[in-house]
């Protein structure tokens, strides 16, 4: 079912491993709703964060996620002064892992740094971002939020909207919403588009209206300026205009379409703010609650089962 040793992205996943996690999860959440203690999994194991890079939501929750099954979570502070070219990084892992820790849930700014690390370490490893290559919960809540919300995770028409160039999460959606067999289109101006999008086998345009017709899905992302070098649009304002995502441009979409971000947001930049808060419309807070019981499943997969098995 779920037999990896590690979590570094949706990339190597088989749709049935993807279905298995996703319904481990939804039991998690069905039991944070119903107010029920989940079982202590992770009990006895120890949880480490190492966030190269700022968070809020993610640490909060594969915090909160661990804490819910029992482990032992400490959570390092990472500062961007002390990053990690190649040996630093693997010289701290190596330290830590000689504390022998079950789980390291790793966030790092260098695409690759995550998996680099997987393969100096005894212990799970669970990818919590690694600049713009994956963040494989991210997806995977989204999934979760998508299938709750529309009752199946295939034949679905998705737009991904806005900085697609710079964002794992584009990319781990990508990835994962194709093998799931649904309909993904790329919408954004040419500069946010990824050189390689030719090859993605998806539809791109850089036109709201036309991405977002008869679309179920409308998940818009933020621009992420931390890694931009120079300027790719010509002032947000515009950027506004023409790909911010407000009432009129989503009745391009399914009347019942849904609206998601992953957060942070700009509000009046990619969103509108009242579109935001619609609860009608927007899933963005069930995105957050579902990302705690996916965590929760992904680490109980990983490190849970596994301990029970010894
Ligand atoms: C995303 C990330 O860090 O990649 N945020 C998140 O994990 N919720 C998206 C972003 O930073 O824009």
Known sequence: MFA?????????????????????????????????????VLAGLTQVNMFFENSTRTQASFEIAGKRLGADVMSMAMQASSL???????????????????????????AGAVDLLAQKVTCAVLNAGDGRHEHPTQALLDALTIRRAKGRL?????????????????????????????????????????????????????DMAAGLKDADVVMMLRLQKERMDGAFIPSEREYYHRFGLDAAKLAHAKPDAIVMHPGPMNRGVEIDGTLADDINRSVIQE?????????????????GARARAR
């Open 287 to 303: 995105q957050v609650e579902m990302g705690v019981a996916v965590r929760m499943a992904a680490m109980d997969l990983l490190a």
């Open 4 to 40: 990896r040793p590690h979590l570094l992205g949706i990339e190597p996943l088989h749709p049935t491993e993807i279905t298995a996690l996703l319904d481990r999860a939804q039991h998690y959440a069905e039991g944070a709703r119903a107010g029920t203690r989940p079982e202590p």
């Open 84 to 110: 990690a070219k190649g040996e630093t990084l693997i010289d701290t892992a190596l330290t830590l892992n000689a504390m022998r820790p079950d789980l390291l849930v790793v966030r790092h700014p260098h």
């Open 154 to 206: 295939h034949r679905l028409t998705v737009a991904i909207c806005g900085d697609i160039a710079h964002s794992r999460v584009a990319r781990s959606n990508l990835i994962l919403l194709g093998k799931m067999e649904n309909r993904v289109r790329l919408v954004g101006p040419p500069t946010l588009m990824p050189p390689e999008v030719a090859a993605l086998g998806v539809e791109v345009t850089d």
